[in-house]
């Protein structure tokens, strides 16, 4: 199949469009060899003709779908013009991915928004991973630079070219950062800092805005890092190229001048800028021309504070900054200088004697003003031997001041570098090699076109012509390396241009020439050129505009440029005159006098001379031009001998807006740039190149043959020459199948259609089988009718035979229904005529029945009506009695509630609310009480009245029945009187009853209403208690919590310095090692080796001078570079920065509490680490101990509470109980505020204790020795022999098989017997030696795992034996007794060690684990033949001069990470270290693990598929069921691999539909919104089966996740730095005897003895 056959319906071409530069259209019909139209569908739907007069005449093919994005242009298939532009625009927009590779060019668009790829997790994340492996980064280039300057032992250098306004700036400063971080963290210097700090000056002095760009370099600058051995950074040089110095005193419109001038205006109101006399920056001539006063969101105010921190840190001192500003305030005052003309034709000029400008400069440059006036206006010249001093015009005297000015500047300029490169000079000597970032201007094509343009194309020039021959070699040196048979590739050499311009009698020669000349002007000057490249050779490069004779043309391999010949000679000169000079020279400022005192010991000036009367001799040297041309030759010798890296930026639109791409600004920049010369060298040789791996993989269906992978070299070689008929279209390489430009599309055709011819025999198969199945079903259902219509007829003869029956049965029984209904109708006729029968009888019997009852009625009314006066009688009786009883209950119920009226008291208390209603219900109570009393004494009264009344009528009574039974005689009769008076006693005893009725409802009604509102008040009592509970509750608990928060994040700081303090010891014990070296090898006696183990005295530079708590430095492992680079690289950074020397003292802390001054050298003191931290540590303690402690003292308070509380609801409680619970509130409320008192306090307790009383926890106590037994002895000779034995010099084999903590448990108890015996000195000193001796064991085995497992376990257990013995512990058995001596600083030594043993054993198993998390997880196959043929086509950027990877053979897996993981696990469970222990271990580790892999897989394309999804996802099941396994998933391991999980189970979900979409939010609940879409962007399918993620998918999901508000943070990547602070639980040990120690005698320590 040839290249025309791909030109067939359905492909995909660009044609050329004015706007789009390039557009997609689809061939509607196949293209047959002299056709003159090709007809096309175009990307709108439109359809059109594309004229094709021969075949060469075809427009370029589009690449396949599956290419679209891909991170490396060379990998296409198709490389030409509208394939990168296409690439390009769909990685920047689409994607959002600002960098794409280009073989070996790091093409960089410029988004003009911050993007958060470069965070100090993003550097983690590429340090130490191949560039191959990695998206497309300026940190992967800076990486890949510095990898291969470690690993070859050679100079790199990366080269940044662009336009003006394309990010050149911002990439330098990303990558001299990277290497800052990378080789800044193997060390504790500031040259990291120092090289960082060069940017904002830089920044202040040569940037400025123009048109393009806000922040634009106008001086191009190469910046040498070097490096040590151990590949730190130990200093930096800059060298500077063609300042832009005519921006000093021109501006065009909508620019402005250098930042620092309007920085220095903006600071004007600062009392140290007063002196400068400056104002707004529209008042300055040298500011004001452009228009443009501000640039939209920067502040230039705090742009100066940053640069002189900048300086600050360079040790720049404030005064010599100030004489600095002073140069720059002059240049702006020299600007507005006053210079009028004068004379007949103005052919002379002066200058008031009173010009404040000119007064302002001289006074800030401290010169004299008279003078410099005088020589602004006057020249001097040599005539005949004499000195003539001519005045000059107004005109030229201007053009004087102002070169002047650019001089002032440029002098400046150059001090400032100067001064830089001696603050970034090495001071450790000779840097063994170094990588460089040359961040210099791209090709510049403007309207009008100037000497700085000539001279920025002519560095272009040579800049790619050193790019283009290199990449010739690597493309040539990749065909030799895989012994490639090749012929010489063309590409386009520019050598003709660059002698037009440098070479004999070239534009630089001539334009020298006639700088020479004393009457040369810049027309002759144009004039030379035409005669020389025009009329007597003709130069191919050079033309002469068609419509000026003073412009020239030159043909760049760019563009095409027009100069305007007007200025270059006076640029190329750049002549200052010599008067002004030894004014400035003569000048009372030191630093003045020092810029130009210079220009006496040199022979020429940087970018510039200096004229004087007698014409200099040689004068060419001192042009522009010739130090330009020598100091880019000196460039280009430093650049041919290193390895050269290369970052092209391009600016993807003028308007400076947010991802907006301008194809035609962007192909502009790429011709210009080299890329597309880069594709051009590429599609001319082999670009696409597969291993033999790869292309099996991809290709299989094509092969012929066997289809084993260990045969694809074979079975590639075999199948090639059927597949492509011509051999000049690929070759075979060793490792590699090499392919010339469209091949790869053409085997993807091939592919397809064997697909597609695959996919219809696939069809026909399964449509025959269809059909089949079809045939059958049809057959089923034709019987299947058949025995349902035989049924139906068999069931419809049933239903027959039923019916007939039916009616059979029907008949029978009405039939027998109508002779029951005649025999009931017989027998209700008999029976009625029974029944009105013996209704006649019974009516005549009733008759006789009521007649006889009638008369017994009468008898009965008779004897009722007798009986009712009798029971009247009796009832008037009893009602009396009844009353007299029930004013005795009413009296009781009276006092009754009498009683209950005084318990109001109680709700009162309850309830402060109701004091007011419970007085006046009481006021109430009373008076009803008092008139209770008097009712019951006026019824007492009647009732006495009464019963004398009734008394003396029983009397009467009787007496008259006596006198009626003795002498019947008719009854007398009662007095009127006495009937009124029994009448009204009766009244009234009625109305008293009533009355007393009345009252006793109303009081049950006040009763009533007593209880409901009882009832009420203990409700709302029980509410606001509960209430009130949960308050405390909640209170507490976020008490707790940041009490909690604050103790982690102290304890983490103090453990971060703690780890500063390690690596300060470990840098004390190299310097003190190489010191000894040194003075060995001057003749000195050796030491002896066992003075080692002694503690060496304080010096002021040892770590006994640094903390109290260390008597020897701690050891840590101080490795090579390479193998813990990616280790150090990880620290955090604040660990990296923080100096152990910046911890001030508590008498430091004291006076800045109480705000004494004190000089700020002594806040530099690192003797007193310890005490501020140990001040802190205590105070936590302590305040967590009485926080605890008033926390349970409340819950009890509130407990009892609440009992009460309950028993006076139940019982009526009475007022005290409320106001006892007032008052515990009030007591709460008082401890609240003492705990808050205590906390600002309790600091400056500590404070004037440790100032105040420094001796005090350093006395002994004078104890009674107490007699222990079953400790061991040890003499004080003994003492290290046994810390030799025992700790020191113990094999490892031996060490191991101890029981756990044994030499921590002899050392225990022999300092326990010291202690007991009264030898306090002998016991602190060998508890001393302990501790030494352990430091000493940790640093001999800083590599191994068991061996520091062993000692963590023995310093833990020391630790937790002296703290149960120790005098301040509260005691838990009556058998330990405590020590006598005072051990505290100790035991916090132990504390520390401890801590300082747990960070070595991570760092140990971090370092085996660092190299291996990224291969193991994500990369590989432990799930076989997953995504074995699944290749894709360009996965990986395939670089030149890049080795294949092995596939296979040692790369690391799972099983080698759960190694790792088990063999921490072993060493801890070997010394039976506690299980929280354990589990913050493995948490941390997990941690790193999860964090490393997650942030790679952000970072690599080729991860974020559907199968390699599946194989992370089976790895990290592997490692949660190893944790599961070993009971390590509750201390939160498991937990930090949800991100992982997450990311892992987005790749394998749906990604299709809106609810796919929401499906997809809501499982990733733990991924940020940036990191979903970066996920889903980078989502690459992994077969044709596979697709990719639309991107109205994309924005779908975009959209839903605004809508969660997630406290994610906005950053990309995870925190791989992040560090968890360590604890460690405090466990008791039993009560430890001698007894109880099975000591082995191979440990030698016969002599301790059992005491």
Request: proline fraction near 4%; charge should be positive; include cysteine.
């Amino acid at each position: 199949m040839t290249s025309l056959e791909l030109y067939s319906k359905g492909a995909s071409v660009w044609i050329p469009d004015p706007d789009a530069v390039w557009v997609s259209g689809l061939l509607l019909r196949d293209y047959s060899p002299g056709e003159k139209h090709l007809l096309l569908q175009l990307s709108d739907g439109t359809e059109a003709q594309y004229p094709v007069v021969s075949p060469s005449d075809l427009p370029p093919l589009g690449n396949p779908d599956i290419l679209e994005g891909e991170n490396d242009l060379t990998a296409l298939s198709f490389l030409h013009e509208a394939a990168v532009l296409h690439n390009l625009r769909v990685r920047f927009l689409d994607y959002s991915s600002i960098y794409t590779y280009c073989g070996i060019v790091l093409v960089a668009i410029n988004p003009y928004d911050q993007l958060p790829i470069y965070g100090e997790e993003v550097i983690d994340a590429y340090s130490g991973q191949d560039m191959a492996d990695m998206e497309p980064h300026i940190f992967s280039v800076a990486e890949e630079a510095y990898r291969t300057m470690t690993r070859e032992e050679k100079n790199q250098s990366i080269i940044i070219s662009g336009e003006s306004g394309s990010g050149k700036t911002v990439s330098a400063k990303f990558t001299m950062r990277y290497f800052a971080v990378v080789g800044g963290a193997l060390q504790q210097t500031s040259v990291e800092e120092r090289v960082l700090a060069s940017n904002p000056i830089m920044e202040s002095i040569g940037n400025a805005k123009t048109t393009r760009n806000d922040n634009s370099s106008r001086f191009g600058k190469y910046i040498e890092i070097g490096f040590g051995r151990k590949g730190d950074i130990i200093g930096a040089n800059m060298r500077t190229y063609l300042l832009e110095k005519s921006r000093v005193v021109f501006q065009a419109s909508a620019e402005r001048n250098y930042h620092i001038f309007y920085q220095l205006c903006a600071s004007r109101e600062l009392p140290e800028m007063r002196t400068l006399k400056l104002d707004a920056p529209e008042h300055f001539r040298y500011t004001s021309q452009g228009g443009e006063m501000q640039i939209p969101g920067t502040d230039d105010l705090s742009d100066l504070e940053r640069t002189r921190n900048a300086f600050t840190i360079l040790g720049v001192q404030p005064d010599q900054q100030m004489e600095l500003f002073r140069i720059l305030s002059a240049v702006l005052h020299l600007g507005n200088v006053n210079i009028q003309a004068s004379g007949r034709s103005s052919d002379r000029s002066y200058i008031d004697a009173d010009d404040r400008p000119l007064a302002v400069f001289s006074k800030l440059l401290g010169v004299e003003g008279p003078q410099m006036a005088h020589w602004l206006c006057h020249r001097r010249l040599a005539v005949g031997g004499e000195l003539l001093v001519k005045p000059v015009s107004g005109q030229q005297a201007v053009e004087a001041r102002d070169a002047l000015a650019k001089h002032i500047y440029g002098q400046l300029f150059t001090w400032t570098v100067q001064r830089l490169n001696s603050a970034l000079r090495s001071q450790r000597g000779e840097a063994k090699s170094f990588i460089g970032v040359l961040d210099i201007y791209g090709f510049e094509t403007f309207d009008r076109n100037s000497f700085e343009q000539f001279c920025i194309n002519y560095a272009n020039e040579k800049l790619q012509q050193q790019f283009n021959r290199h990449v010739f070699h690597l493309e040539q040196e990749e065909y030799v390396r895989e012994e490639l048979a090749w012929s010489r590739i063309e590409f386009s050499d520019n050598q003709q241009c660059i002698n037009l311009l440098e070479g004999q009698l070239g534009l630089f020669d001539l334009l020298d020439e006639e700088c020479r000349m004393p009457k040369g002007s810049d027309e002759s000057w144009v004039q030379k050129l035409y005669d020389q490249h025009l009329t007597s050779k003709k130069h191919p490069h050079f033309q002469k505009p068609r419509m000026s004779n003073s412009a020239f043309v030159v043909l760049h391999f760019a563009d095409t440029v027009q100069y305007e010949c007007d200025g270059f000679l006076g640029k190329n000169r750049d002549t200052v005159f010599e008067e002004l000079i030894n004014i400035l020279k003569a000048s009372q400022s030191e630093l003045v006098a020092e810029l130009f005192q210079q220009q006496g010991n040199v022979s020429s000036v940087a970018n510039g001379s200096v004229r004087s009367g007698k014409r200099a001799t040689r004068e060419h040297k001192l042009t522009v031009g010739f130090q330009f041309r020598q100091s880019l030759q000196m460039l280009m010798e430093t650049l041919n001998n290193t390895t050269p890296h290369y970052v092209r930026c391009i600016k993807p639109n003028d308007l400076k807006e947010a991802f907006m791409f301008d194809p035609r600004r962007t192909v502009q920049q790429l011709r210009a740039c080299g890329v597309l010369e880069t594709i051009r060298i590429s599609a001319a040789g082999f670009p696409s190149r597969w291993t033999y791996e790869e292309f099996f993989c991809r290709y299989r269906l094509l092969l012929r043959g066997s289809q084993g992978q260990e045969q694809a070299q074979a079975s590639c070689r075999q199948a090639l020459p059927q597949l492509i008929p011509d051999p000049d279209q690929y070759c075979f390489g060793k490792t590699k199948v090499f392919f010339r430009a469209g091949q790869v599309a053409l085997l993807e055709r091939l592919r397809a259609e064997r697909l597609r011819v695959a996919a219809v025999i696939i069809q026909s198969r399964v449509r025959g089988w269809l059909a089949r199945i079809r045939y059958t079903r049809t057959c089923w259902a034709t019987v299947t009718i058949q025995r349902y219509c035989r049924g139906a007829l068999a069931r419809r003869l049933a239903l027959t035979l039923r019916y007939t029956k039916a009616a059979l049965v029907i008949q029978k029984t009405y039939r027998m229904v109508a002779v029951r209904q005649l025999f009931l109708m017989i027998r209700q006729a008999t029976v009625t005529i029974q029944a009105f029968t013996r209704g006649t009888l019974a009516r005549s019997r009733y008759r006789l029945l009521v007649a006889e009852r009638a008369a017994v009625l009468l008898q009965a009314r008779v004897r009722g009506w007798l009986a009712r006066q009798t029971y009247r009688r009796v009832r008037a009786a009893v009602v009396f009695m009844q009353c007299c009883a029930r004013r005795r209950a009413a009296r009781r119920e009276l006092m009754k509630l009498k009683t209950e009226a005084r318990s109001v008291e109680k709700y009162r208390e309850l309830n402060k609310g109701m004091e007011v209603k419970l007085m006046q219900l009481q006021l109430r109570a009373d008076q009803e009480a008092r008139g209770g009393a008097a009712l019951k004494e006026t019824l007492h009264a009647e009732r006495e009245a009464t019963n004398t009344e009734l008394e003396a009528l029983r009397a009467t009574v009787q007496k008259l029945e006596s006198q009626k039974q003795e002498k019947p005689q008719p009854c007398p009769v009662i007095s009127e009187k006495e009937v009124e008076e029994r009448r009204r006693a009766e009244e009234k005893a009625a109305q008293e009853i009533l009355q007393l009725t009345q009252e006793l409802q109303a009081l049950q009604r006040e009763k009533d209403s007593f209880c409901k509102e009882t009832e009420d008040l203990s409700a709302r009592l029980f509410e606001q208690e509960k209430a009130q509970e949960e308050c405390v509750h909640q209170a507490v608990s976020q008490a707790s919590a940041s009490l909690r928060a604050e103790l982690d994040e102290e304890r983490r700081k103090y453990q971060g310095l703690l780890r500063e303090f390690t690596r300060l010891e470990q840098r004390y014990d190299n310097l003190r090692e190489m010191s000894l070296l040194t003075e060995r090898t001057k003749g000195h006696r050796r030491t002896d080796s066992t003075q080692s183990l002694e503690p060496s005295s304080p010096t002021p530079l040892s770590p006994q001078s640094l903390t109290p708590l260390s008597l020897s430095p701690f050891p840590s492992a101080f490795p090579s570079p390479e193998e813990v680079r990616r280790v150090s690289v990880t620290s955090p950074s604040s660990e990296r920065r923080v100096s152990v020397w910046g911890i001030e003292t508590p008498m430091d802390q004291l006076m800045e509490m109480m705000d004494v001054a004190k000089d700020p050298a002594v806040k530099m003191k690192g003797e007193d680490l310890a005490h501020a931290y140990d001040a802190v540590r205590v105070a936590n303690k302590f305040l967590e101990s009485q926080l605890r402690s008033q926390h349970s003292q409340r819950e009890e308070e509130q407990e009892a509470l609440r009992c009460q509380l309950s028993q006076a609801i139940s019982g009526s409680s009475s007022a005290a109980q409320q106001q006892e619970l007032q008052a515990r509130e009030q007591e709460c409320v008082r401890l609240r505020r003492e705990l808050k008192e205590l906390k600002n306090t309790v600091s400056l307790r500590r404070l004037l204790t440790q100032v105040f009383n420094p001796e005090t926890s350093s006395c002994p106590s004078r104890t009674k020795p107490t007699a222990v037994t079953g400790l061991l002895e040890c003499r004080k000779r003994d003492e290290a022999k046994l810390i030799k034995n025992l700790v020191t010099d113990i094999r490892v084999d031996s060490a191991l098989s101890l029981p756990p903590g044994l030499p921590a448990s002899v050392l225990f108890l022999c300092v326990r017997q010291a202690d007991c015996s009264g030898d306090q000195t002998h016991a602190r000193s060998l508890c001393s030696a302990a501790v030494t001796a352990m430091k000493a064991a940790l640093k001999k085995h800083s590599n191994d795992v068991d061996m520091t497992a062993l000692w963590l376990k023995n310093a833990c257990l020391l630790h937790d034996l002296l703290t149960q013995h120790s005098p301040k512990q509260t005691l838990d058995s009556d058998e330990v007794v405590p020590l006598t001596a005072d051990l505290s600083d100790l035991i916090r030594t132990l504390s520390d060690l401890c801590i300082q043993a747990y960070q070595q054993l991570l760092s140990i198993t971090e370092k085996h684990l660092q190299n291996i998390i990224v291969p193991a997880l994500l990369e590989s196959e432990t799930i076989p033949g997953l995504s074995g043929s699944a290749g894709k086509l360009g996965t990986s950027r395939k670089r030149a001069g890049s080795d294949p990877r092995t596939v296979g053979g040692d790369a690391p897996t799972m099983a080698a990470v759960l190694r790792k993981l088990g063999a921490l696990h072993t060493a801890l469970s070997h010394q039976d270290l506690s299980q929280t222990l354990m589990e913050q271990a493995f948490n941390q580790l997990i941690y790193l693990i999860s964090a490393s892999a997650f942030n790679s897989l952000l970072l690599r394309k080729d991860m974020c598929c559907w199968s390699r999804g599946m194989q992370i996802r089976y790895n990290v099941s592997l490692l949660e069921e190893w944790l599961r396994s070993r009971g390590l998933q509750t201390g939160g391991a498991v937990a930090t691999l949800e991100h992982l999980i997450q990311a892992v189970q987005l790749l394998q979900a749906g990604k299709k539909t809106e609810s796919d979409a929401k499906a997809l939010v809501q499982t990733c609940t733990a991924l940020s919104s940036q990191q979903i879409v970066k996920i889903l962007t980078l989502y690459t399918p992994g077969s044709d089966l596979d697709e990719r993620v639309t991107l109205n998918f994309i924005r779908t999901v975009q959209g839903l996740l605004k809508g969660r508000s997630d406290g994610q943070p906005p950053q990309l990547l995870m925190d791989v730095r992040r560090v968890f602070p360590v604890t460690f639980p405090y466990l008791p040990p039993p009560v430890l005897r001698a007894e109880q120690l099975v000591i082995p005698d191979s440990l030698k320590i016969s002599f301790v003895r059992r005491a």
